[in-house]
């Protein structure tokens, strides 16, 4: 088995800025993709973000230029900073992961979710 707990949800004015982080831990074997989805009210489970073991990275359309994913392959840890934000990134993010390469999904584990909410 394989946990993941986010931490760093939160409400933040539109504009301003929040850092998600995702810790790994349990019966690890290498993960080679860890990512970020999101899920607002009333709406499917959306990827945003995706890294690599070797660093690549893909991103949704709606985030690129705003958020910026990372990964720490010895502390096991994944981070999402998200600047600019807008009332539109209001949902629950989801962190994500995977053994095999997987850029576009989609992945094997699931953390419990952090609530972003972005105020207008």
């Known amino acids: 088995q394989v946990q993941l707990v986010e931490s760093g949800g939160g409400l933040v004015q539109a504009g301003g800025s929040l850092r998600l982080s995702c810790a790994a831990s349990?019966?690890?074997?290498?993960?080679?993709?860890m990512a970020w989805y999101r899920q607002a009210p009333g709406k499917q489970r959306d990827l945003v973000a995706t890294i690599a073991s070797d660093g690549s990275t893909n991103y949704v359309d709606s985030v690129k230029g705003r958020f910026t994913i990372s990964r720490d392959n010895r502390k096991k840890t994944v981070t999402l900073q998200m600047n600019s934000l807008k009332p539109d990134d209001t949902a629950v993010y989801y962190c994500a992961a995977d053994r095999a390469r997987k850029l576009w999904g989609p992945m094997s584990y699931w953390g419990q979710g952090t609530q972003v909410t972005v105020s207008s």
């Open positions: 349990g019966s690890i074997f290498f993960l080679t993709t």
